[in-house]
């Protein structure tokens, strides 16, 4: 079935039902907000956005922190991942939230997203390494985003 959501940053956008991201907890802010689909950036890149279903205005940027820390590693229990946490390791995908600090772009690494894209659902967690909430993404990686956001 296709769904159609109509957002303030990408117009009416037409997805299918089944690329719907249940959320069953929402995510910090958007308790009520369980719904999400992730859309690829128009200018490609490493950028992708979480978008809410339910409320058109609503779109966070994400991405593979991986790319901008290849060290990074999420440290949480089974049980901490709620949703997710019985899911394959293969099936899951981390994700975390781009956000300007009013310098520059930052990155949380401490609250990740951990999506299971096979089984559609997704949370966010606490990592419990040492990483910060705002990790600040360089200058030239920081303006390849700016230009696609």
């Not at 958007?30 to 978008?51: K, M, S, T």
């Not at 991405?63 to 949703?83: I, K, N, S, T």
């Not at 899911?87 to 300007?100: E, F, K, P, Y």
Request: charged share 25%; net charge positive; aromatic share 6%.
């Amino acid at each position: 079935m296709v769904l159609t959501i109509n957002t303030t940053r990408f117009g009416t956008v037409a997805t299918q039902s089944g690329d719907i991201l249940y959320f069953p907890l929402g995510l910090p802010g958007w308790e009520h907000l369980d719904r999400w689909v992730l859309l690829a950036d128009r200018a490609g890149g490493d950028v992708v956005w979480l978008q809410s279903v339910d409320r058109g205005e609503i779109a966070l940027a994400a991405v593979d922190p991986r790319r901008f820390v290849p060290q990074y590693l999420l440290h949480a229990r089974r049980w901490e991942l709620g949703p997710v946490g019985n899911s394959a390791a293969g099936d899951l995908r981390t994700l975390v939230i781009v956000s300007h600090d009013g310098e520059g772009l930052t990155i949380n690494l401490k609250a990740p997203l951990v999506v299971d894209l096979r089984r559609r659902l997704g949370c966010q967690t606490i990592n419990c390494g040492d990483w910060p909430l705002g990790h600040s993404i360089d200058e030239r990686r920081t303006m390849a985003l700016r230009r696609r956001a």
